[in-house]
């Protein structure tokens, strides 16, 4: 097959399949041709002393690769390793804003000695262009400054030089304050290296900063003329520090610290900085967080974060960050695997991460991040032959297999996977939490999580029902989530997930008629203006052995085989309250022969055949996996992302917005939280006697927020 000539500069980094040829995941490359098939043949950059000389060419195909500009792939060559490399792909804003620095911008680099703001200085070439093939690499000299703003050293020293990937963090020209100049640094050589300045970097401390500066003025005004929002949990601040430079953080806790007055605010930092805590603060802890990272401040010294309202192109109109074009992780041929406990933080935490929501989709969101981002419970669902699949179900497997692979999917695609619903209408009253969605394919109107699973298991992957039920030993029906129901009067005040779901089946006559894979258990409450429980705690396992229909059962007194079975005996405060009551012949006898109990009304059990009295019985037990929490109309998710109990990750596709509601768009976060399984690995004990407002903030929202609980059998673990 004869290859065409491609005749303009082209340049690409293969983002996916396995090695071929001299191509690797991370390696850059040049387009030298392209064939018919969709191959591209190409020369190869790779690492070592002559980095910028290429190799012979190789061939690899389109869709394994993503195009760069000249531009990024000199910048992305300095980065020696390849999953660095890939990393800052995967974050789009970040890398877009490095490829745009010029002279005198404020950034953020990692440093051996921690994490240290500095002014980019130079941009330097660096290596020696021997023949026309040669590509330089791009790197940065950095200067730091001290507290008072000025270089950190009064002698002219070489300035340090850092890749794309060393810089975490670009400030807006306009978060650094007016007025000041900075001397220009000078550069020197590389002792390993040839490198070379180069002077066409903007300079913006003259005409070019000031015409920017200007532009400045008009919104700081604003600002004071008009009330900020007010201050909550979760918001997103900056705050100037002492030595005038602007750190961003999350707001983790409010109040009055002891010995202080007024209001206050603990923020946990994007990055370490010296002279910080981990959420301690004057002995007394307020919330957790990695050390180095937790900044307590008078909440009047905090302003919204500024990066996410206004852009920095110095044009004077309030204009949306545009993101860069997203490397696509399709493949067709071969479906990610979940991702491995050992990836997901490396892969997954951070802003710009997991599913970015668009218009309202929390809910289609967090359920889709939920069920698919890590376990494999559900993964033999979506890998039927592609001749009997549906185009929405093609749909479907892409948002999984981009969300495993590159650990970001950008609202163009679920956006198409929405259309392919037939959900067209995305509003939300904010009165009644009444979503409606008008589902033209499926004739149906999605309203929450647990629609939309039905929706997705029944119409798009023609799954069987996750669940098969008899109620009052009827005829089995199958169902997709099992909705508590119950009298609030039946609990305590702060339930397991275990005692609510073996009251409401016990007190409807509700048995599994077989051990499922899946259980998705929804808590008893309706959307914003009922919740029966104001705490609930997630059982880590989940024992189902009880409400197993003509499953053999154990004595709850003496672990012999049962034969009777005791509504009444369930809230007994003598003997467990909420859990499940069943008796061999002898101590149903005994235990109903106490004046309290005399009044009960024990059902005998359907036996099983063939099954001696003295044999043990083998437990069912569920693991949880992922909760869906709600509030204000807002879903969010937690996700266990691994064996370790400390593996969570609280996942928001919606945690901050750049731009307007009109031409914006939504950042999606994604944290770890360890400290919600330090909190569920407490006894059941401990945790009945917590006091929620004592808990770390994540931990509280899920406490409070829960919604639906997420169990997979172990025979699939994380």
Known sequence: MEPKTVMKEKYFIVTRGKSRKGFCRGCIGRVEAETQCGELTGLLYSGGSNVGSPKSGGTVRREDTYPLTRHQAQLLLFVSSFSKRLELLCNPQLFSAICELTQDDLVVVKHKKGHLPGLVKNLMQIGRKENKDDLQ????????????????SKKPTPLPLFNAADIIQVVPSYSVPLGLHWRDGQCKGLNTKAVTRINSMPNTSSRARLGRESHTEPRVIQNQSTSPAPLEVGSMVEVMSNSKIT????????GVPAGKTGD????????????????KYGGQRYFTC??????FVPVTKCSPDARFLYSSTGSGTSKPTEIPPVPL???PEEDAPPIPESEALSLLEGRMKGIQGHINSCYLDATLFSLFSTSVTLDHICKKPADTEQPITCTLRKIVNRLRRQGFVPTESVMNFRKQLGCDTFQTEEKGMHHYRTCIDFKCVLIDP???????????????????????????????TLQIFLEKEQMGQMPTVQQLLDTSCLSGDIKFDEAPYCLIVQMPRFGNKYKMFSHIIPSTELDITDILYNSPRECFVCGHLAEYECLQCLPDRKLQP???????????????????????????LQVPANVSPDTPVPRHMMQLFAVLCIKTSHYVSFVKYGPDPRSWLFFDSMADRCGDDQSGYNIPEIRACPELGDFLSQPEEELARANPSQT????????????MFLYQSPATPL
């Not at 750190?247 to 409010?254: A, D, F, P, R, S």
């Not at 029902?465 to 109620?471: D, E």
């Open 137 to 152: 690499m791009l790197g940065f000299e950095v200067e730091f400054v001290d507290s008072d703003h000025n270089q950190s």
């Open 247 to 254: 750190v961003y953080g999350v707001v983790q806790w409010l």
């Open 264 to 279: 206050w605010a603990g923020i946990e930092l994007e990055y370490e900085v010296n002279g910080c805590s981990d959420g």
């Open 290 to 295: 990695k050390a180095s990272r937790a900044l």
């Open 329 to 331: 992780f399709e493949d």
């Open 450 to 480: 647990e629609e939309l699973i039905t929706v997705l298991f029944q119409k798009v992957l023609s799954t069987e029902p996750l669940l098969k039920l008899r109620s009052k030993r009827e005829t089995c029906q199958g169902a997709y």
């Open 578 to 604: 909420g859990r499940i009551k069943q008796f061999c012949t002898t101590c149903n006898t005994q235990v109903h022969s106490h004046p309290t109990r005399q009044g009960h009304s024990p059902k005998p």
């Open 696 to 707: 770390p903030e994540l931990t509280r929202r899920l406490l409070c927020d829960s919604y």
